[in-house]
């Protein structure tokens, strides 16, 4: 079986199809490009064929790149790893050049044969640089197709000529947000763009009618003519170099330069600004292999492409039938529940949202209205599909309506006696083989289970808010939960389409584990007269979207302090954070709640805009007269939450360090350039790692000890991922 087959038509136009088999969605494999350099080689042979069309036989074009398939290169190299990834990409290079040049004379740029993309859907990374090398681009009137160019979203940039192609096309200017932010357009908008010619009602068709009757000048790219400036101006042009100044800084300013795919994206635009497209692509080839060579690459790849879609599709989902969801019940319509029910109504789930009365209730399915009414301003959703959306979800204060539902979603008040009377309430009306989740953020789920008759359908799902935007969902198994009630969250995450974890139970689970010690770590800084921007700056410089005093504001000062009560409860004597409270509680007695109260850390104003940092913060504790450096005060916020992880780990909480990793970018934001607390980990190394956690413990306290396992792996020589990183559970 092939990726590619070429199809000659009587008309003399010849159809390239792309379909791999076994894929709902084409991506493209070193074999796949052989295969088309193979067709391309026959079809431009062939004296009878007149035109070539590459399309797809599947709904969309593609997906991109198989990910996997740039990291074999590297292992492929031996010793060699950056000339086998150079000279792999510049392969790709010589396919995409051949089709762009379709066999016309060197010199005349007479006697190609016209080759048109015919794109029926989707088109991402490969699957647009592709099409850009064709000579015209028609796509599908299809809303839902997205094209674009989202490498830099995974750590890496446009390799296969595309970042080239698009500056070249549209000048720096207009390539900039769809390299440097990985933006996608629906076909029309891309059309708007430049990115695309002709959207269409049938893209075969008019692609082959175009191809029949082609000129020798409609072939010729405008950068393989003679006198080709481009637009915008190029670095010497007094336009052009304003805009590279720009761009610069503006790359700098939204990476903090710690994302090296970025810099070196615009190295190779800029460098390649300078010479002739022949060369450029070269450029381009040796920059995209220092991105690959890069760790921090490397990182982002496995974490947020190899290991995130092995999650998504169930890589620790237990034996068990299909547990697809047919009928949600959500408790409580607050925010989360409201999010809840939005989302799964939104994947096509019936959906029943209780609350106490009906206004409740009808207040949660408005929340959901609300986010439909957004999405038809932004043109991202039809008044239909509002309709339909919402048509699946009831509002009701009943219980008596969950009658028939498989899956229980429990999102009421964070109060065990509260979520017990629910429980109660709701088993007697359900079905046996019904499951009851409680989505709780700290609440012990063994504990949560007891209220229950049947603890082994009992498992937690601890979403993230907003739910409609956070891609993370925490899946915590109790004591006593079954493999069944595992397998029927999984399903429901995939359903709503969102990336699971799944963890053991034990106060604060996986995520809250380790953003928890970071905001305690910034507001013990607080207290010890570090300055509230050095520690919001570094955290920032280091990749956190958010600085430790933001995040807290964000998410309420009188929550911190609920679970800072409450923690203390548990822990007595043991509870190591008296110097945190007394920041955090001093606020709360102020009426700072945090951005709900427009007053926290940072002070707002009557529009709810932060406009910096609250002065009174140091009139209560000033700010001491020696400063930390800035690489103490990252440490401090980093190892905070890496060490967390690692015990996680130790303790059996979380079972595959992939499952850290995702999680932690994609529920709280940890340094996404570094792949996540292992990957980093890995990348500055067990041993180096181990001897800065001693010298931070030695300076400020035994809460940056390492861990035994950390201690364990840099006497051996070893990485987690060299040891853990085929998803066996069990540092435990």
């Known amino acids: 079986m092939t990726d590619f087959t070429l199809e000659k038509g009587a008309d003399g136009v010849a159809v390239i199809s792309w379909d791999v088999p076994d894929r709902s969605m084409n991506v493209m494999s070193m074999q796949g490009f052989e295969e088309l350099e193979a067709r391309i080689d026959e079809a431009l042979a062939?004296?009878?064929?007149?035109?070539?069309?590459?399309?797809?036989?599947?709904?969309?074009?593609?997906?991109?790149?198989?990910?996997?398939?740039?990291?074999?290169?590297?292992?492929?190299?031996?010793?060699?790893?950056?000339?086998?990834?150079?000279?792999?990409?510049?392969?790709?290079?010589?396919?995409?050049?051949?089709?762009?040049?379709?066999?016309?004379?060197?010199?005349?740029?007479?006697?190609?044969?016209?080759?048109?993309?015919?794109?029926?859907?989707?088109?991402?990374?490969?699957?647009?640089?592709?099409?850009?090398?064709?000579?015209?681009?028609?796509?599908a009137d299809n809303p839902k197709a997205k094209i674009g160019l989202p490498e830099i979203m995974v750590g890496i940039f446009p390799g296969a000529g595309g970042t080239t192609r698009l500056v070249r096309k549209l000048g720096a200017m207009g390539a900039s947000p769809l390299l440097l932010e990985g933006k996608l357009s629906d076909p029309k908008k891309a059309k708007a763009l430049g990115l695309v010619d002709e959207v269409v009602e049938d893209p075969l068709a008019a692609a082959k009618a175009w191809v029949l009757s082609a000129k020798d000048a409609d072939l010729v790219k405008p950068w393989d003519a003679k006198g080709y400036k481009m637009p915008g101006g190029a670095p010497y042009h007094p336009a052009g170099f304003m805009t590279f100044v720009g761009a610069s800084a503006m790359v700098h300013g939204k990476t903090q330069g710690v994302y090296p795919a970025a810099k070196a994206l615009l190295s190779a635009v800029y460098e390649g600004a300078l010479v002739d497209f022949d060369t450029a692509i070269r450029i381009e080839a040796r920059w995209f292999t220092h991105v690959l060579m890069n760790p921090s690459s490397e990182a982002m790849i496995r974490s947020l492409f190899l290991s995130k879609q092995a999650l998504e599709k169930g890589a620790n989902r237990p034996e068990a039938p299909d547990q697809s969801v047919r009928k949600l019940g959500v408790l409580g319509a607050g925010m989360m529940g409201a999010g809840i029910a939005h989302v799964a109504a939104l994947a096509g789930i019936e959906v029943v949202l209780i609350?106490?009365?009906?206004?409740?209730?009808?207040?949660?399915?408005?929340?959901?209205?609300?986010?439909?009414?957004?999405?038809?301003?932004?043109?991202?959703?039809?008044?239909?599909?509002?309709?339909?959306?919402?048509?699946?979800?009831t509002a009701t204060p009943e219980i008596e309506a969950l009658r028939g539902c498989d899956l229980i979603v429990e999102a009421v008040f964070e109060d065990p006696r509260v979520k017990a009377e629910m429980t109660q309430r709701v088993e007697a009306v359900i079905g046996e083989d019904a499951i009851f989740a409680t989505n709780t953020s700290t609440l012990p789920i063994t504990e949560l289970a007891r209220a229950s008759q049947r603890p082994d359908r009992f498992i937690g799902i601890h979403f993230f808010s907003p739910v409609d935007k956070m891609m993370l969902v925490e899946i915590i198994k109790?004591?006593?939960?079954?493999?069944?009630?595992?397998?029927?969250?999984?399903?429901?995450?995939?359903?709503?389409?969102?990336?699971?974890?799944?963890?053991?139970?034990?106060?604060?689970?996986?995520?809250?584990?380790?953003?928890?010690?970071?905001?305690?770590?910034?507001?013990?800084?607080?207290?010890?007269?570090?300055e509230p921007a050095l520690i919001e700056n570094a955290a920032r410089l280091v990749g956190m979207p958010l600085g430790p005093l933001q995040l807290v504001d964000e998410t309420s000062i009188d929550l911190g302090v609920k679970i800072a009560k409450a923690t203390k409860a548990a822990m007595g004597d043991a509870y190591p954070d008296e110097a945190v409270d007394e920041v955090l509680f001093w606020m709360a007695d102020q009426g700072r709640m945090g951005r709900k109260s427009n007053s926290g850390f940072y002070a707002?104003?009557?529009?709810?805009?932060?406009?910096?940092?609250?002065?009174?913060?140091?009139?209560?504790?000033?700010?001491?007269?020696?400063?930390?450096?800035?690489?103490?005060?990252?440490?401090?916020?980093?190892?905070?939450?890496?060490?967390?992880?690692?015990?996680?780990?130790?303790?059996?909480?979380?079972?595959?360090?992939?499952?850290?990793?995702?999680?932690?970018?994609?529920?709280?934001?940890?340094?996404?350039?570094?792949?996540?607390?292992?990957?980093?980990?890995?990348?500055?190394?067990?041993?180096?790692?181990?001897?800065?956690?001693?010298?931070?413990?030695?300076?400020h306290g035994t809460r940056f000890a390492t861990p035994g396992l950390l201690r364990e792996l840099a006497d051996a020589g070893q990485s987690f991922y060299g040891r853990y990183g085929d998803g066996r559970a069990a540092a435990a």
């Not at 079972?655 to 340094?671: K, M, P, Q, Y």
């Not at 790692?689 to 931070?696: F, I, K, P, T, V």
């Open 46 to 139: 062939d004296e009878a064929v007149k035109g070539i069309v590459i399309t797809s036989a599947k709904p969309d074009f593609a997906g991109g790149m198989d990910l996997g398939v740039i990291a074999g290169m590297k292992q492929a190299g031996g010793d060699e790893p950056a000339k086998a990834v150079f000279e792999g990409v510049m392969r790709m290079h010589g396919v995409l050049r051949k089709i762009e040049r379709a066999g016309m004379d060197p010199k005349t740029n007479k006697g190609g044969k016209p080759i048109a993309a015919a794109l029926p859907g989707t088109a991402l990374g490969i699957g647009l640089e592709i099409p850009l090398a064709c000579h015209r681009i028609f796509v």
């Open 355 to 393: 609350d106490r009365d009906q206004e409740a209730a009808d207040r949660g399915k408005a929340h959901s209205e609300g986010l439909l009414d957004k999405g038809i301003q932004r043109r991202k959703v039809t008044p239909e599909k509002k309709e339909a959306v919402l048509g699946r979800i």
């Open 478 to 530: 109790g004591r006593e939960t079954g493999d069944v009630a595992v397998a029927k969250a999984l399903d429901f995450v995939r359903q709503i389409r969102k990336t699971p974890i799944v963890v053991n139970d034990a106060r604060f689970f996986y995520a809250n584990r380790c953003i928890i010690p970071y905001i305690n770590e910034g507001i013990r800084m607080v207290a010890e007269g570090v």
């Open 604 to 699: 707002y104003d009557d529009k709810g805009k932060r406009t910096g940092l609250w002065d009174g913060l140091r009139d209560r504790f000033p700010v001491a007269a020696e400063q930390p450096d800035l690489v103490e005060v990252q440490q401090r916020l980093l190892f905070a939450q890496v060490l967390e992880a690692v015990r996680a780990f130790e303790d059996g909480v979380l079972t595959d360090i992939r499952e850290g990793d995702v999680a932690a970018i994609l529920g709280w934001g940890f340094a996404p350039w570094s792949g996540g607390p292992f990957s980093w980990l890995d990348m500055i190394g067990a041993g180096t790692a181990a001897e800065r956690c001693d010298g931070l413990a030695a300076r």
